[in-house]
């Protein structure tokens, strides 16, 4: 089945730094999503992204849906010890397909 | 609160035991799903019922049978577990506009532990 490569695996920063992570693919991506998972809970969705180039921004969270649309970033600025948890990248791939997920970039902030 | 609830959130259990997990959404949404997250925190997805039809069964063993009495809730019966069912299940709803896939909302997750 469709993947998508999701790096890095894993970050450590100092609180204040910004963070970007990214998501690849192979092939061409409808719409991509980005979710924050906490310990012991659900999925939540951050950002949607519909078109290619959009740049779409949800407090200190910004995304971008590539041109190629096989890629999306995350940006996340001046990090907070609350940014910690996974973030996870998904997508739906052209046509009526299920979505798929990255396998995420477990994000540490250092105090 | 409008939401996507799983019960239980916790489930410890025998292998050789049957058991069930309920899902319910309040958004008011037509399409739900299940998906399996293993420890390396992978998310893959199981089932997924429009209107109550099953649309999408990925390949899963058939101890695993779900059942959507109406569009707002998924339930998710498992026969005869083994300990490779250990992982966390968590159940999503979406709304399926033209045909298409949306943005899903998660529940919080059924953490299920077979001895």
């Known amino acids: 089945g469709q993947q998508l490569n999701q790096s890095p695996q894993s970050m450590f920063i100092q609180e204040g730094e910004d963070v970007s992570m990214n998501c690849t693919s192979s092939?061409?991506?409808?719409?991509w999503l980005w979710y924050k998972q906490d310990p012991g809970e659900g999925p939540v969705l951050l950002i949607a992204?519909?078109?290619?180039?959009e740049l779409t921004s949800n407090g200190r969270l910004t995304a971008q849906f590539g041109i190629t649309r096989k890629d999306s970033f995350l940006n996340i600025s001046a990090s907070i010890p609350s940014d910690v948890g996974i973030y996870f990248c998904?997508?739906?791939?052209?046509?009526?397909?299920?979505?798929?997920f990255g396998k995420g970039t477990r994000l540490s902030v250092i105090a | 609160d409008t939401a996507v609830s799983q019960t239980p959130k916790y489930l410890v259990t025998q292998m050789g035991n049957d058991k069930s997990i309920k899902c319910e959404q309040n958004?008011?949404?037509?399409?739900m799903y299940w998906y399996k997250q293993d420890s390396k925190k992978f998310l893959k997805i199981m089932f997924s019922?429009?209107?109550?039809?099953?649309?999408i069964n990925e390949t899963v063993p058939n101890r695993f049978s779900p059942k959507s009495p109406d569009k707002a809730h998924l339930n998710l019966h498992i026969n005869s577990l083994e300990l490779g069912d250990s992982a966390v299940y968590f159940c999503?709803?979406?709304?399926?506009?033209?045909?298409?896939?949306?943005?899903?909302?998660f529940g919080p997750g059924t953490r299920l532990t077979v001895l």
């Open positions: 999503a709803s979406s709304r399926r506009l033209a045909g298409r896939y949306n943005e899903q909302f």
């Open positions: 092939s061409i991506f409808n719409t």
């Open positions: 992204l519909y078109k290619a180039g």
């Open positions: 019922y429009n209107n109550k039809e099953l649309i």
């Open positions: 998904a997508g739906f791939p052209s046509g009526n397909t299920p979505l798929v």
């Open positions: 958004l008011g949404h037509d399409t």
